[in-house]
Nanobody, 123 residues
Framework: EVQLVESGGGLVQAGGSLRLSCAAS????????IGWFRQAPGKEREGVSC????????YYADSVKGRFTISSDNAKNTVYLQMNSPKPEDTAVYYC????????????????WGQGTQVTVSS
């Protein structure tokens, strides 16, 4: 059974830091890219960052470049999203997802999704 389980969400002050984790199981991790997406109330889900498990290539949305860092521990089948200097506008439910067919922010690329974890950034 494929599972993507997010953890690490919570309440953080603007300018602080938070690390999200995405633990994957049930598929060949090295064959997939793992992406982080977020959805704020009343807004569409958007791509935040993603990483190729095979070669480490990454993508970042312009809104998080220089503040968020994505990394992968292939031995643990886990991808992390380090959120530094978060802003109130980063408040959203964060989802991780797995894509076999490519790397990028398009939702249509992704085959499997986690249930999400809430991140709230206070000002």
């Amino acid at each position: 059974e494929v599972q993507l389980v997010e953890s690490g969400g919570g309440l953080v002050q603007a300018g602080g830091s938070l690390r999200l984790s995405c633990a994957a199981s049930g598929f060949t991790f090295d064959d997939y890219a793992i992406g982080w997406f977020r959805q704020a109330p009343g807004k569409e889900r958007e791509g935040v960052s993603c990483i190729s498990s095979s070669d480490g290539s990454t993508y970042y949305a312009d809104s998080v470049k220089g503040r968020f860092t994505i990394s992968s521990d292939n031995a643990k089948n886990t991808v992390y999203l380090q959120m530094n200097s978060p802003k109130p506008e980063d408040t959203a439910v964060y989802y991780c997802a797995a894509a076999r067919g490519g790397l990028g922010p398009l939702l249509e690329l992704y085959d499997y999704w986690g249930q999400g974890t809430q991140v709230t950034v206070s000002s």
